[in-house]
């Protein structure tokens, strides 16, 4: 038994076709001003002898009409799914197992059937927004289904895309409280996004050991992305082993005693993650140059030597090398810190990479990529964690030729395997036809915003099923903060509307600024010359006290990262002006 059809229909069913039908709207019988505005996008529900079909208008036309005077337009519709169980105890599917015949009763679907549609089928929802057919009618997303399948939030900018994800992952610590979230933060936007739940970390208080990296990211960082020198690669290839095998054999003399041994021996490769020491590195290298009498293969040697100390010397770069020649098996710690084992009460990360050398950042994010699913696969998935890619083309771009190889892969392994550690990914992106295919492709929940590229809008065609296709047309019209939800997550194909995002938790650069020029912020030279002051401070050892990070630097990484404030040398006004303020 379906629900019980009104009155006065809408239309019958003229045609069926697969998963498509046509109806012809009826003349006969009054209709009220909503049903009039029966367009393209409506819900509509075809009357079946043992369920109610749930279908989306497509297509309205008074073309081809059927000879009948009956009719006074025709519409295409989508069949989605289909409401079973009677009114008594509804309950919605997808898929359709009895289609419609001809003749078949249409209506415009009813606000008490939306609700069995979208109504929440476990504690594992959270609440994103409203349908917009229906501002009654609250929309869901299965938690579950989202995060252990991957997700993905694609929109052009301004159209409300990192409120979503705020909202998105704000409603998914309410749900999931022991969740640990780790969120690539490209601009610096989510800082204050997540109150006292958030790590934020940057430059200023991460540690990142270069030993960590392996081999492809060590060698991008001393290269500055450049493709390396054979040569000199060879020369590294050969002596990172061995200084990792010199480190560990001081670490097992000074606790057992134990007589020395070859470091060859040992076994590590250069992409093994234990510590080693810059300065056994070097003199390895240099005791190699020591025994050449060629001099122009001792220059290669030299250049190389050369390449390492200046990367080391650079106080950009202060977050990997500090204690370089001290040493230390710090893996434990960092891992701890970056991905918030134990949480104590903030389970989620955000790291900002606005404040990386531009050299470095896709090694970055690749050694983050990679531990985070290494340490999903070494614990079998014990504690699962969700990855988040913000600007994910930047680092999993379509072209090979972009980009950083090792950071594509390193983002691929999560959207392949990482379901099955524990490792779940969530990618942000303002251009899905620059991200790589494969890696979009297993993101089975979309949130789709407005999309004015035709490339993009093929892509995005190609990744949704043939029953949704037809909603994507609406895509270049999409409103502000409007949203085309799409796959597993959802009970439907769904155009809704996010939730007002509450002040605090919305996203903005902390280095925004208005295009209006204030009338009492003057330009002049002491501004121009304390703005001087801080650039060249961050390129510099010493410390310069107009550096708003000078007074409040933490003393240790488990330090958080202190908000901007403005500092003594400029005053407030003159403060708000700088594009790019040091943390």
Not at 141 to 170: C, W, Y
Request: charged share 20%.
């Amino acid at each position: 038994m379906s629900f019980p059809p009104p009155t006065a229909a809408f239309g019958r069913i003229i045609s069926v076709r697969g998963s498509l039908a046509r109806v012809g709207v009826l003349a006969a019988g009054p209709m009220n001003l909503t049903e009039a505005r029966a367009t393209v996008g409506r819900f509509v529900s075809i009357r079946c002898s043992s369920s109610t079909i749930v279908a989306m208008i497509t297509e309205v036309s008074c073309e081809h009409l059927p000879s009948s005077d009956a009719y006074i337009a025709s519409a295409s519709v989508d069949l989605l799914g289909e409401i079973l169980g009677g009114p008594v105890r509804p309950k919605f599917q997808r898929g359709v197992t009895n289609y419609p015949t001809i003749g078949d009763t249409v209506d415009l679907i009813s606000n008490q059937e939306l609700r069995t549609v979208y109504a929440p089928s476990g504690s594992d929802q959270i609440n994103v927004g409203t349908l917009q057919q229906d501002q009654s009618v609250i929309a869901y997303v299965d938690v579950e289904e989202m995060l252990s399948k991957h997700f993905a939030v694609l929109g052009s900018t301004g159209v409300g895309k990192s409120s979503g994800v705020s909202l998105l992952l704000n409603e998914i610590l309410r749900s999931r409280p022991n969740l640990r979230i780790f969120l690539l933060d490209v601009h610096n936007e989510y800082g204050r996004c997540f109150g006292d739940r958030a790590l934020v970390l940057n430059p200023r208080n991460l540690k990142l050991p270069f030993w960590l990296f392996n081999f492809e990211e060590i060698v991008d960082v001393l290269f500055a992305g450049r493709p390396g020198v054979p040569e000199e690669l060879d020369i590294l290839a050969e002596v990172i082993p061995m200084a990792k095998g010199i480190y560990t054999q001081y670490q097992n003399a000074d606790r057992v005693g134990l007589k020395r041994i070859d470091p060859k021996s040992i076994g590590y490769t250069a992409d093994t993650p234990v510590p080693y020491r810059l300065v056994d590195l070097i003199s390895l290298i240099d005791e190699r140059m020591g025994k050449l009498e060629n001099r122009s293969s001792r220059i290669i040697y030299h250049k190389l030597i050369s390449r390492i100390e200046t990367v080391r010397n650079d106080p950009r770069y202060a977050f990997m090398f500090e204690n370089a020649n001290v040493g230390g098996d710090t893996m434990a710690e960092v891992i701890s810190h970056l991905f918030r084992l134990p949480a104590n009460g903030r389970p989620l990360t955000i790291m900002q990479l606005a404040g990386f050398p531009a050299e470095v950042v896709d090694s970055v994010v690749s050694v983050l990529c990679r531990m985070a699913f290494d340490f999903g696969l070494w614990s079998d998935g014990v504690s699962p964690l969700l990855f988040v890619c913000e600007e994910a083309h930047r680092y999993a771009s379509a072209d090979r030729n972009i980009g950083f190889g090792p950071t594509r892969k390193a983002v691929s392994r999560i959207a392949k395997e990482g379901r099955k550690y524990g490792v779940y990914l969530g990618l942000v992106t303002q251009r899905p036809a620059e991200l790589d295919a494969t890696i979009i492709s297993q993101c089975n929940t979309l949130f789709a915003m407005r999309l004015a590229n035709d490339r993009d809008q093929a892509l995005l065609r190609s990744a949704v099923s043939d029953a949704a296709a037809n909603l994507l047309s609406f895509v270049p019209s999409l409103g502000t903060r409007e949203v085309l939800a799409f796959g597993e997550g959802v009970a439907l194909p769904t155009r809704l509307r996010f939730k007002e995002v509450p002040p605090h938790q919305l996203p903005r650069s902390e280095a925004a600024i208005s295009t209006v020029p204030s009338a009492t912020a003057g330009h002049d030279m002491h501004f121009v010359g304390a703005v001087l002051e801080r650039w060249r401070g961050a390129t510099s050892h010493r410390e310069v006290p107009n550096d708003p990070g000078f007074n409040d630097r933490p003393a240790a990484r488990t330090v958080e990262a202190p908000m901007l404030q403005p500092s003594m040398g400029l005053d407030p006004d003159r403060f708000s002006l700088l594009k790019k303020p040091l943390r």
